[in-house]
């Protein structure tokens, strides 16, 4: 249903209809709509509670700790989860959809609410972009000297420029 109607149109009743179940089951056993997805898709951390925990401390340091928590992600054994999902969200438009809406609504909105600045989503794509190209360098294209650079120094590196998209005038 995820797939096929996308995050935002699939419903807790309609995933319950094509499985044959009370919605009241999957209620109890997921809980929300959030929670079934993150099992179905398999998806190895739950980035609302991440999300949380960037948002808190100094702003002047949320680009920074944007990308170490996501390089720390990925160099876990969450990593070859989520490089399985961005290569279906490449190859597959239904999963693409799928994790794009996802990702809007569970990640993105946050950001942009705690943000409070002018063009805040247009903000949060432009992270959103930096990340999933470092990503995809780093870890699925295998990209030398990236792809073997240690974590701090990319942190050092890529932060300024996540941070300069979050907060600074992007005018100039």
Do not use: N
Not at 17 to 40: C, N, R, S, W, Y
Not at 72 to 93: C, F, K, Q, Y
């Amino acid at each position: 249903c995820f797939a096929e109607r996308g995050y935002d149109r699939a419903t807790i009743r309609d995933i319950a209809a094509t499985a044959g179940v009370d919605p009241a089951l999957l209620h109890h056993h997921f809980g929300t709509k959030h929670d079934l997805f993150l099992a179905a898709m398999r998806l190895p951390v739950d980035p609302t509670d991440l999300i949380r925990g960037i948002l808190a401390g100094d702003p002047d340091r949320l680009g920074e700790r944007i990308v170490d928590t996501f390089l720390t992600i990925w160099d876990s054994p969450a990593g070859a989860a989520l490089a399985g999902m961005v290569r279906s969200a490449v190859s597959h438009e239904p999963s693409s959809r799928m994790l794009s809406e996802f990702m809007a609504t569970s990640v993105l909105t946050p950001v942009v609410k705690q943000l409070g600045v002018t063009d805040a989503k247009l903000r949060v794509t432009y992270v959103a972009s930096q990340l999933f190209g470092l990503a995809l360098a780093r870890y699925i294209l295998r990209l030398e000297p990236l792809a073997s650079a240690k974590r701090q120094r990319v942190v050092t590196d890529i932060a300024p420029t996540v941070q300069r998209y979050l907060t600074a005038d992007l005018t100039r």
